[in-house]
């Protein structure tokens, strides 16, 4: 287990390298890759088994990231595990580059899942999850969905099957910033109570602060004890947590910070203050 403390600095710098990388790109979406940057931290490094020299280990767990607009913070995850060198993230959203706008499994290592059309994930994961299970391959699957995302009327099918077929090694994550593309969840389609909704489907869920280190690594491990239900995580969060001119602005859903002044701030608000480019040139754990 990481300690915590390490674990923030970590999210600081997946943040950092998240608004260099859509400076650069000049599109691309923020708000949801700050969200769920402790979602993914704590994830990577203290809970999913995996090899990023062979992504394609049988025995991993699998990672699936079925809200794709947010590779962003996918992708600067897995540069800072090394599953690839952290330059191909300057290369974001460029024409055949491993790093496209939406995930492509083909493209780029330790991509288990080509999204970008919502609500497609937990069905996938649900079929890996049965699959692994049948195999007696001690996989896990964990799959990261948005609220708004749960919109999608294939999420339900996909969580009654989940239930049915007992898969206790399945575990959702619901990004629970109540904003989706064009305003508040509740208004554009309410969810709450989502839990309750979880729950009835046959479900264990955890309701908990997303941006918490500990309590996201103590909820993976409550998943992990589960022998029956699969469990969903809804990780309360802030939607472009950690940049103060975004949090909370759905404006900031599908838009990148502007090079120079813009991404500058970004940086500062996350208590960097070396010129943004410079962090392109350095590597992952140099400060600035
Ligand atoms: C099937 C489908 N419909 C619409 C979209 C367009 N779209 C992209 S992101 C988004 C909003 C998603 O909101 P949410 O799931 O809450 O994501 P987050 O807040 O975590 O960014 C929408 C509607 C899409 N990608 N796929
Ligand atoms: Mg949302």
């Not at 708004?148 to 294939?154: D, F, L, V």
């Not at 589960?226 to 975004?246: D, H, L, Q, W, Y």
Request: glycine residues 10%; hydrophobic residues 40%; proline residues 4%.
């Amino acid at each position: 287990m990481v300690d915590t403390k390490e674990l923030e600095e970590v999210s600081r710098k997946i943040r950092r390298d998240i608004m260099v990388m859509l400076a650069e790109a000049g599109s691309g979406h923020s708000g949801g890759s700050l969200s769920a940057t402790e979602i993914m931290v704590s994830l990577f490094w203290n809970v999913l088994r995996h090899d990023p020299e062979n992504p394609d280990w049988e025995e991993r767990d699998w990672f699936v990231l079925s809200k794709g607009h947010a590779c962003p913070v996918l992708y600067a995850v897995l540069a800072a595990r090394g599953f690839f060198p952290r330059k191909e993230l300057w290369t974001l959203r460029k024409l055949d580059t491993i790093l496209q706008g939406h995930p492509h499994r083909l493209k780029t290592p330790g991509v288990e899942f080509s999204a970008g059309s919502l609500g497609q994930g937990l069905s996938l994961a649900s079929g890996v999850a049965m699959g692994l299970k049948r195999q007696g391959n001690p996989g896990n699957v964990y799959v990261l969905m948005g609220d708004g995302e749960q919109n999608e009327g294939a999420i339900w099918e996909a969580g009654m099957t989940a239930a049915q077929y007992d898969l206790d090694n399945l575990c959702g994550i619901c990004d629970r910033n109540y904003l989706m593309i064009d305003g508040n969840t509740e208004e554009v389609m309410g969810l709450d109570p989502l839990a309750d909704k979880w729950r009835a489907f046959g479900w264990q869920v955890f309701e908990i602060d997303g941006h918490d280190l500990r309590q996201m690594t103590y909820a993976y491990e409550r998943f992990q004890l589960e022998k029956k239900r699969p469990t969903m995580i809804i990780a309360n969060t802030i939607k472009g947590k950690g940049v103060s001119f975004m949090e909370n602005q759905a404006d900031w859903h599908g838009a990148p910070p502007k090079k120079g002044e813009q991404v500058q701030q970004a940086l500062g608000d996350l208590g960097f203050t070396a010129p943004w480019e410079d962090f392109k040139k350095h590597d992952f754990d140099w400060v600035g």
